[in-house]
């Protein structure tokens, strides 16, 4: 979440709120051993208009019909959801939707991970014309300064499709098929890039109710009248694609990096966008009871991304950079070589120099070659 005003008696608990609600686990792989998490290891559709999802656990005044799943507030405390019984290892989530309207009232859609990576869309009741977007990494919430607002003029009164994808080299955003927000490793903040195994999560909550902090509700745009009620958000249907393959998600240690993760009997990014590259080999090595076991997988590393900025690739490193800057790089290296190999000749041509001038000739050239080149690398 974002745009919260604070004063100095309400800061402490605002955040205290926040951290609770919003970054919940049962067990922090991070600081603690946990279960390996079930993998859903393909692509699924659900059409709520023809009813509940068995993939889904709900909670809350959530009810079917023509429309999708409607997820009700009509009370203090009212806070419907879906949670998947299952995780993704990077992917994507395409949502069908319709915000709730309604002072205080949040509309949201959320991947979080159980050592709380988190990736949200968030619509408020308030403001019709727009949609938030933001993300956490390690349930870090140190400041609120990481949202983005996206223009949506009918997020209340039609439905539009939300997709976000999560990549080891980007997460996007996207409204009705265009990119609105990219965030890449480099420009996250510092070790909050999400990254781990999400479980996807949608429902609605009152930020504006008498019980949340001051800066919660000024941030919701007041608070919520239930008179006014009640506040319905829709969902019409909802498609997860997996990009890993196997039964299950493991930490291997407490680092949280997704190179950490081991898919039970599939590979790390097998699937979808990421599964079409090429590969490099990852050796896990964990050590318990005094035995130490080594886990070799092939992590598929493509050369591109559908939610990467125009132009650009991802290299078999794993780095993102330019198209042009890769192909200049060698365009420039064979021009330079060229240049003083032809140079070379002709001065020995033309000057007849001996054998030792010209091998003299040669170094300098190279020489040379070396120079301009590191220099036009490190520009680029």
Known sequence: MKYFTFNSLSLASTL?????????????????TCSPNKALAKTLSVDFTKGASSDFTAAGDITYGPDGASFKISKSGDSPIISSNWYIMFGKVTTVLKASAGVGIVSSAVLQSDDLDEIDWEWLGATPAEVQTNYYGKGLTLAYDRGGKSPIATSQSAFNTYTVEYTAAAVTWSINGQIVRTLTPASADANQYPQTPMQVKIGSWSAGDASQPPGTVEWAGGSTDYSKGPFTMVVKSLTVEDYSTGTEYKYSDMSGTWQSIQAIGGTVGSGGQVGGGGGTTTTVTSTSAGLTTSVSRTLSIPTMYSGLPSGWIVTSSGK????????????FHISVFCFVSAASSLLTFFFSLDVSSCFFLVLLGCGLVVVVVFFFDSAL
Do not use: D, H
């Not at 993102?320 to 200049?328: I, Q």
């Open 320 to 331: 993102v950079t330019p198209v042009s800057s890769a192909s200049t790089r060698k365009t």
């Open 16 to 32: 205290l709120t926040l951290a609770s609600a919003q970054t919940y686990t049962s067990c922090n792989p991070l600081t603690t």
